[in-house]
């Protein structure tokens, strides 16, 4: 999935959110959270691949979603999801937009993390 793909399947998906993007020195960060209670269940970002670990300096696009903690570990395993990027590790999981992970993976987590916010 691409950041595009992510935010047409969050707009589709589920009616209740709004965006907004709250750091002027990163205006291609943007926020997903829900209408009543403004909480964020996912951050789509543009950062460079060393924040995640690799030794090889590119931009890549990321999303981060909430993640039920006593699953975090397993996910982490897989190619594409690490620990999350500047947020709380026990709680959020960072997915690559690389096309590492599957659609329906990526998919899976986001609708979690919005029922782990709601």
């Not at 209740?16 to 829900?34: G, I, L």
């Not at 975090?72 to 190619?79: D, L, N, T, V």
Request: with cysteine; charged share 25%; glycine share 4%.
């Amino acid at each position: 999935m691409t950041r595009e793909d992510v935010e047409m399947y969050i707009y589709k998906q589920f009616d209740d959110t709004t965006t907004n993007t709250p750091w002027t020195q990163f205006p291609h960060y943007k926020v997903f959270r829900h209408q009543d209670n403004r909480k964020w269940f996912a951050l789509v970002m543009n950062i460079t691949t060393d924040k995640l670990g690799s030794t090889k300096i590119k931009p890549i696009d990321v999303l981060n979603i909430k993640c039920d903690p006593t699953m975090i570990g397993s996910f982490r395993k897989e190619p594409g999801i690490y620990a999350a990027y500047h947020m709380d590790k026990s709680n959020w999981l960072t997915i690559s937009l690389d096309g590492s992970v599957p659609t329906e993976r990526i998919k899976m987590l986001l609708d979690m993390s919005h029922r782990l916010t709601k």
